[in-house]
C-alpha cells in the first residue's frame, strides 16, 4: 500500500473520528488503503467499514476483511451507496481529499506534467472527458472560468486567448507539446508552480470536483449518527472553504440560512479550533502532504 500512496496526517485523520470499536466507518477515498487499514485496526469484530473509491487502480489495493466493504464508486453518491448495506447512520466519515501518489506517478494517468504521455486526467476510466477534451472544446466562459476558480495564476485572459487561438489550427493532446505551449506564460523562476497550478485546474474540471465534493458534504450530516466524527484532509482552498462553510454555517455555499423561528441549522461543531497541517518531518519525507489542511468536525 506505501508504493500506491503514502497516507497524509494518518494518525491525526483516525484519531478525530474518535472511534468507538464496535462502530459503522466511511473512508470516501479508499486510495492505497492507508487510512482504511488504520481504522480497521481499531475495530472489534462487530465493527464495520465502507470504504470507496472511483479509480478502478485503487481497488487493487483490496483490504481482505470481513468487516470491510469496498465500493466501487464516486463519494458524491455516499447515501446510496450506505442504503444498499442498510446502513442508516454511521459513527464517523473520513475523507483525504485530492489525488494518489500513484495517479501522479503514472505517466499514462496523465496527471503530472513531469511525466508525459496524454492529457488525460481521469479519476474513474468511465468518465469520458479528458483533459484534451476540455482544453480542445471548452467554451471561452469555462476556460475562464477553470482558471480562475481552480488556480491562483495572473494571466488567465491571455493565457485562454492563446489556448482558443492555438486549437484552431491544431488539437491539444500531449502533455510534454501543452507544457512546451505553457512555457511563455509562466513566471520566471516559478515555472514549476505554475505548471503544477494550471494542471491542478484542468485536473478538478475533468473530474467535476468541486461540485462532487459538495454533494458529499452536504450528505454527511445526514448520515452521520449523534456524536458522529467528520474528519475532511483537503489540499486546495476550494475543497477546505467548502469544508469550512459546512462546519460553520451548515451548507457548503456558507450561506446564513435559517428557518421562520430564526434557527440556523449548525448540525456540526468544529472539534478543532485551527485547522491541523503536517509537522515538519512528515513533510520532509511526504514533499506531497505540504498543502494538507485537516478539519475535524462533531454531529450535534
Known amino acids: 500500500m506505501s508504493e500506491y500512496h503514502v497516507p497524509v496526517l494518518l494518525r491525526e485523520s483516525v484519531d478525530g473520528l474518535n472511534i468507538n470499536p464496535d462502530g459503522v466507518y466511511v473512508d470516501a477515498t479508499f486510495g492505497g488503503g492507508g487510512h482504511s487499514a488504520e481504522i480497521l485496526s481499531r475495530l472489534s469484530n462487530k465493527g ?28 458524491r453518491y455516499l447515501r446510496n451507496y450506505l442504503d444498499y448495506y442498510g446502513i442508516e447512520k454511521v459513527d464517523g466519515v473520513l475523507a483525504d481529499l ?39 472544446s471548452a467554451t471561452e466562459d469555462d476556460l475562464f472560468r477553470i482558471f480562475r476558480n481552480y488556480c491562483d495564476v495572473q494571466n488567465v485572459g491571455r493565457l485562454v486567448k492563446s489556448i482558443l487561438l492555438r486549437r484552431e489550427t491544431e488539437q491539444f493532446g500531449d502533455i510534454d507539446d501543452f507544457v512546451k505551449f505553457l512555457e511563455p506564460f509562466a513566471p520566471k523562476n516559478r515555472e514549476i508552480k505554475y505548471y503544477a497550478q ?14 462532487s465534493l459538495g454533494d458529499f458534504l ?27 462553510n459546512l462546519i460553520r454555517t451548515g451548507n457548503v455555499d456558507g450561506n446564513d440560512e435559517r428557518d421562520v423561528f ?12 485551527q485547522v491541523i497541517v503536517p509537522c515538519d518531518d512528515e513533510v520532509e519525507m511526504n514533499p506531497r502532504a505540504k498543502s494538507a489542511k485537516l478539519r475535524i468536525a462533531e454531529r450535534v
Not at 479509480?55 to 481482505?64: C, F, G, L, R, T
Not at 503530472?112 to 483533459?131: C, H, I, N, V
Not at 452536504?218 to 486546495?236: D, F, N
Not at 430564526?262 to 479550533?273: E, M, Q, T, W
Open 262 to 273: 430564526g434557527r440556523a441549522d449548525l448540525s456540526l461543531k468544529p472539534v478543532n479550533r
Open 198 to 211: 494550471i494542471f491542478q485546474a484542468l485536473r478538478i474540471e475533468v473530474n467535476d470536483e468541486i461540485a
Open 218 to 244: 452536504t450528505a454527511v450530516p445526514q448520515v452521520l449518527a449523534k456524536g458522529g466524527r467528520l474528519s475532511v484532509i483537503s489540499y486546495h482552498s476550494m475543497e477546505d472553504r467548502l469544508v469550512k
Open 48 to 75: 464495520t467499514l465502507v470504504s470507496i473509491d472511483r479509480d478502478s487502480d485503487a481497488h487493487n489495493n483490496k483490504i481482505e476483511d470481513n468487516r470491510l466493504k469496498l465500493v466501487f464508486g464516486n463519494y
Open 98 to 136: 485530492g489525488v494518489s501518489s500513484h495517479q501522479f506517478d503514472v505517466a499514462e494517468r496523465g496527471f503530472s506534467f513531469r511525466m508525459g504521455g496524454k492529457l488525460d486526467m481521469r479519476m474513474s476510466e468511465q468518465s469520458s472527458r479528458t483533459a484534451a477534451d476540455v482544453l480542445n
